[in-house]
């Protein structure tokens, strides 16, 4: 759920660089062609809902050298509720979007 519907588009497009896989008006669907995972933004006034910000169980797992797009996404303007951290389990960093909804960010092994 999103509080504004072209709003979020436009923080997932620039700043994630996904794109828009499909718009049928009340909802959008986002994410990066070629891959299983697409987000469905869906404003939550439009459907009676409330926004639950908090984590939402998503985790993106990133190509490529995690560390480096992890920095080029604070260049982008991204904010980083949990930087990068590693555990003896893995390493990971958390985002939110412009509603407070949490990213898990991975690195794809």
């Known amino acids: 759920m999103v509080s504004n519907r072209k709003r979020s588009v436009e923080w997932y497009t ?10 049928l008006g009340h909802w959008v669907t986002v994410g990066h062609q070629g891959t299983n995972g697409l987000l469905h933004l869906c404003e ?3 459907i009676g809902e409330e926004l639950s910000p908090g984590n939402q169980g998503i985790t993106f797992h990133v190509r490529g050298d ?16 949990t930087p990068v951290t590693k555990k ?5 960093a958390q985002i939110s979007d412009p509603d407070g ?3 898990t960010l991975n690195p794809e092994d």
Do not use: C, T, Y
Not at 88 to 92: A, E, L
């Open 88 to 92: 003896p389990w893995g390493m990971f």
């Open 101 to 103: 909804n949490v990213i």
């Open 14 to 23: 620039s700043k994630l660089g996904f794109e828009v896989i499909q718009d």
């Open 66 to 81: 995690f560390e480096a797009h992890m920095r080029e996404l604070a260049k982008a303007g991204v904010s980083f509720d």
């Open 44 to 46: 939550a006034s439009e």
